[in-house]
């Protein structure tokens, strides 16, 4: 049994790829797919944080608080309490109020080691941000990479109207 096969081209890929499709799925109309260059998948995939969105990341010295914004940091993690694996995950807050970034990253990086769900990390972070900065409002969205196959992006807000809804970040 051969578990790979070598192709010569994409139009030998995509003439495999239907007929495999079109023999479980025992269709009489003809199959058609069209394979995206890197270029344009990429395009599609890429969604980078918008420019008025503040990174944190680098606000381990920063004192200065930020007023009424979106912020993000790259660096939260978490590991599943289940498999011990590490969980990476971009958090986005929406706020109207004032946070400390420093304080924030902080709270962010103290949780790496912490064994949790997606979901209780999101929750955890919401109240924390709640009990910390008691923001007007607060929406926290945590997009976390995924793994096997399975997209989990929790989110959490004080309004019924989301700041944030679930979006895929480039390094998902």
Known sequence: ????????NTDEVLCTIQGDIAQKALSKDPIILKLQTPTIWDSLLSIRPPEDWFC??????????????????????????????P???????????????????????????HPA?????????????????????LSVLCAYTRRGGIEICPVRSTSAKVALSPIRFVRQ
């Open 117 to 137: 769900f997606h979901e209780q990390c999101c929750e955890q972070l919401y109240l924390y941000v709640q009990s910390t900065y008691s923001p007007s409002e």
């Open 56 to 85: 944190i990341d680098q606000s381990l010295k920063n004192k200065k608080s930020i007023t009424n914004g979106i912020i993000y940091s790259n660096l939260l993690r978490s590991v599943c309490p289940v498999t011990g694996q």
């Open 87 to 113: 969980d990476y995950a971009t958090a986005v807050i929406a706020f109207d109020g004032t946070i400390k970034p420093k304080e924030l990253l902080d709270f962010i990086i103290s949780m790496r080691s």
């Open 1 to 8: 049994m051969t578990l790979a096969k070598k192709f010569k």
